[in-house]
């Protein structure tokens, strides 16, 4: 090996050397976390259900000690699209007059947090990181128009309080417990009436203010067995599923005048 | 005990569904009738949309009604020609309906639409019987015997044309007005989710003088044919048929029907059309009575799809 080559070996190595020094210090904490169960199943007897996310915060050796962490986790269901109708006094009666149309939103949304957000972030980063119910986007078509409006519109805190009064949408700021300093756990609440799909659960970490780092998980939701079956069937095959049904009413009718003839 | 309905999407008690089913089916038993009318607020006061509820309750009216054409069949107590002319109004009214239920739903008024349909429809029919069966009561009371059946008498639905004549009722009948009818039950039933029995055997016994021997056995062969289509229309449409649910009102039902059958017979029949009446109006006046006031919640959400 000459001089030469021995020297410039030594400089690529202190150059890739510095990189991972940068990455380290750029990433000095890291999010590790894990769902209780990745795959629920709805069967017939289904009323609902918890689970639960744990998690750890590792910091690089070396990283600089800090005071407290903060964690956001987001919970986003299957999206869909959603009519909101606001009922008005016609005639003396009460009709569905206006409408809003929102759009790809989600079916189950929570945010757990450990504090308030206010006290996570200012209100500015809770704007751009989306934090909170107030901040998340749901889309709305306004005519031609699409985009999100102030969080205190009539129509947004409408949808939001329906669902939230149906379970499917929730901000707990006191649900991320630290079980150590690094270590945190938090429960995902879901309702009977949960959406069926993919879920994704988004977990970001703050420290004074600023986000160091987030990562991403899921697990889905899924009807199975006698459930699925029929679901599917009502809705790929809705001739069959209909004529079936029909004759169902038919044997069962039939039977029941066998059962109780009285001649 | 809980179970999880797969096309209401939600869990509901199974006794709650089949004792609901039963107390149906006895009061349809007691006094003849589907008790759709009974049937389908029950279900949307359970937390089942309007729409999913409409929709099982009409393959809940088919098991019924079927059971029922049965036993009036081997008592020969039905009219197969008056039956097969009302039926060919009735498909068509069924399509109708459907259609009209589908283009409601499109544009958000399906909810009001059945809840105006029930004020109107209920408080007229309910108000009508109440006010006969008062009368007949009266009547009674004085020591009158009740109203002789005018037979002879005829009014301007007996002057139409295309007269022919229906053996088993004994009556020489335009098939005009029959057709009409028909059409008129179809509709109301796949609109509003009722077979259509208690608005149906008050027109034929009071309008074209059908004889009370055979009204409801005929009856009951519409509401059967109309609720099948009806539930095969609603499956391929709107996919909102729930098999399951309907499955358990179709126990309760049928079963409840029996031991209403048997109360029945022990009411003297004037009583039992005044108390159908006072039923009837209650649920109407309930319905025009929540679309007066002032809702508690102005906001409702539908979802409209599932995008990509």
């Given at each position: 090996m000459t001089r030469h080559a021995a020297l410039r070996l030594l400089s690529s190595l202190s150059a890739l050397l510095l990189v991972a020094v940068l990455a380290g210090a750029a990433r000095a904490e890291q999010l590790i976390v894990s769902i209780s169960n990745n795959r629920i199943t709805v069967t017939t007897n289904y009323s609902g259900g918890e689970l639960v996310l744990f998690g750890s915060i590792e910091r690089e050796a070396g990283a600089a000690l800090r005071p407290g962490y903060d964690l956001v986790v987001t919970v986003r269901g299957p999206r869909a699209d959603m009519v909101t109708r606001r009922k008005e006094r016609k005639l003396g009666i009460w009709v569905n007059t206006d409408s809003r149309q929102f759009i790809n939103v989600p079916g189950y949304l929570a945010v757990f947090a450990n504090r308030p957000l206010e006290a996570i972030a200012s209100a500015d980063t809770q704007r751009r990181q989306q934090l909170g119910m107030n901040n998340i986007l749901l889309t709305q078509r306004v005519g031609a128009d699409y985009g999100d409006v102030v969080p205190d519109d009539a129509f947004r805190s409408a949808f939001v309080r329906l669902r939230e009064g149906q379970g499917l949408y929730r901000q707990d700021t006191a649900a991320v417990t630290f079980l150590t300093p690094t270590l945190f756990r938090t429960g995902i609440p879901l309702p009977a009436e949960v959406p069926i799909g993919a879920y994704e659960v988004e977990i970001q970490c703050f420290a004074d203010g600023a986000l160091l780092t987030k990562t991403t998980t899921g697990f889905e939701i899924v009807k199975v067995g006698f459930e699925q079956f029929v679901a599917s069937a009502a809705r790929n095959n809705g001739l069959a599923y209909g004529l079936v049904t029909a004759l169902m009413a038919l044997m069962t009718g039939w039977i029941a005048s066998v059962v109780f003839r009285k001649d | 005990m809980q179970l999880y309905l797969p096309i209401a999407d939600l869990p509901v008690n199974v006794l709650l569904i089949l004792m609901m089913g039963a107390a149906v089916g006895f009061i349809s038993g007691m006094f003849g009738i589907g008790g759709g009318f009974l049937m389908t607020p029950l279900l949307i006061f359970t937390g089942i949309s309007p729409a999913v509820a409409v929709a099982s309750v009409t393959s809940h009216m088919a098991a019924s009604s079927f059971s029922g054409a049965l036993s009036y069949w081997r008592r020969r107590a039905l009219d197969p020609l008056l039956a097969l002319i009302l039926l060919c109004g009735g498909v068509l009214g069924t399509l109708l309906g459907v259609w009209f239920f589908t283009l409601m739903r499109s544009i958000g008024q399906l909810d009001l639409m059945i809840a105006l349909s029930y004020v109107a429809l209920l408080t007229t029919v309910g108000g009508l019987m109440v006010w006969e069966g008062m009368r007949a009561i009266m009547r009674a009371n004085r020591g009158q015997p009740p109203m002789v059946k005018r037979t002879g008498s005829r009014n301007w639905i007996h002057a139409m044309p295309f007269k022919i004549r229906f053996k088993r009722s004994k009556i020489y009948l335009s098939v005009i007005p029959v057709v009409a009818i028909g059409l008129l039950i179809g509709f109301i039933g796949a609109v509003m989710?009722?077979?259509?029995g208690f608005i149906l055997v008050p027109i034929l016994i009071y309008l074209l003088r059908v004889p009370t021997s055979t009204v409801i056995g005929t009856s009951m062969v519409l509401t059967l044919f109309t609720m099948l289509i009806a539930t095969v229309l609603h499956a391929v449409t709107?996919?909102?048929?729930d098999a399951v649910l309907a499955l358990i009102l179709m126990i309760g039902g049928v079963t409840g029907a029996q031991f209403g059958a048997r109360a029945g017979q022990r009411i003297r029949s004037e009583q039992l059309r005044l108390l159908l009446g006072l039923l009837i109006l209650a649920v109407g006046v309930r319905f025009g009575i929540e679309l007066g006031i002032r809702p508690d919640e102005l906001f409702t959400i539908r979802e409209t799809g599932v995008s990509g």
């Amino acid at each position: 090996m000459t001089r030469h080559a021995a020297l410039r070996l030594l400089s690529s190595l202190s150059a890739l050397l510095l990189v991972a020094v940068l990455a380290g210090a750029a990433r000095a904490e890291q999010l590790i976390v894990s769902i209780s169960n990745n795959r629920i199943t709805v069967t017939t007897n289904y009323s609902g259900g918890e689970l639960v996310l744990f998690g750890s915060i590792e910091r690089e050796a070396g990283a600089a000690l800090r005071p407290g962490y903060d964690l956001v986790v987001t919970v986003r269901g299957p999206r869909a699209d959603m009519v909101t109708r606001r009922k008005e006094r016609k005639l003396g009666i009460w009709v569905n007059t206006d409408s809003r149309q929102f759009i790809n939103v989600p079916g189950y949304l929570a945010v757990f947090a450990n504090r308030p957000l206010e006290a996570i972030a200012s209100a500015d980063t809770q704007r751009r990181q989306q934090l909170g119910m107030n901040n998340i986007l749901l889309t709305q078509r306004v005519g031609a128009d699409y985009g999100d409006v102030v969080p205190d519109d009539a129509f947004r805190s409408a949808f939001v309080r329906l669902r939230e009064g149906q379970g499917l949408y929730r901000q707990d700021t006191a649900a991320v417990t630290f079980l150590t300093p690094t270590l945190f756990r938090t429960g995902i609440p879901l309702p009977a009436e949960v959406p069926i799909g993919a879920y994704e659960v988004e977990i970001q970490c703050f420290a004074d203010g600023a986000l160091l780092t987030k990562t991403t998980t899921g697990f889905e939701i899924v009807k199975v067995g006698f459930e699925q079956f029929v679901a599917s069937a009502a809705r790929n095959n809705g001739l069959a599923y209909g004529l079936v049904t029909a004759l169902m009413a038919l044997m069962t009718g039939w039977i029941a005048s066998v059962v109780f003839r009285k001649d | 005990m809980q179970l999880y309905l797969p096309i209401a999407d939600l869990p509901v008690n199974v006794l709650l569904i089949l004792m609901m089913g039963a107390a149906v089916g006895f009061i349809s038993g007691m006094f003849g009738i589907g008790g759709g009318f009974l049937m389908t607020p029950l279900l949307i006061f359970t937390g089942i949309s309007p729409a999913v509820a409409v929709a099982s309750v009409t393959s809940h009216m088919a098991a019924s009604s079927f059971s029922g054409a049965l036993s009036y069949w081997r008592r020969r107590a039905l009219d197969p020609l008056l039956a097969l002319i009302l039926l060919c109004g009735g498909v068509l009214g069924t399509l109708l309906g459907v259609w009209f239920f589908t283009l409601m739903r499109s544009i958000g008024q399906l909810d009001l639409m059945i809840a105006l349909s029930y004020v109107a429809l209920l408080t007229t029919v309910g108000g009508l019987m109440v006010w006969e069966g008062m009368r007949a009561i009266m009547r009674a009371n004085r020591g009158q015997p009740p109203m002789v059946k005018r037979t002879g008498s005829r009014n301007w639905i007996h002057a139409m044309p295309f007269k022919i004549r229906f053996k088993r009722s004994k009556i020489y009948l335009s098939v005009i007005p029959v057709v009409a009818i028909g059409l008129l039950i179809g509709f109301i039933g796949a609109v509003m989710g009722v077979g259509g029995g208690f608005i149906l055997v008050p027109i034929l016994i009071y309008l074209l003088r059908v004889p009370t021997s055979t009204v409801i056995g005929t009856s009951m062969v519409l509401t059967l044919f109309t609720m099948l289509i009806a539930t095969v229309l609603h499956a391929v449409t709107n996919h909102l048929v729930d098999a399951v649910l309907a499955l358990i009102l179709m126990i309760g039902g049928v079963t409840g029907a029996q031991f209403g059958a048997r109360a029945g017979q022990r009411i003297r029949s004037e009583q039992l059309r005044l108390l159908l009446g006072l039923l009837i109006l209650a649920v109407g006046v309930r319905f025009g009575i929540e679309l007066g006031i002032r809702p508690d919640e102005l906001f409702t959400i539908r979802e409209t799809g599932v995008s990509g």
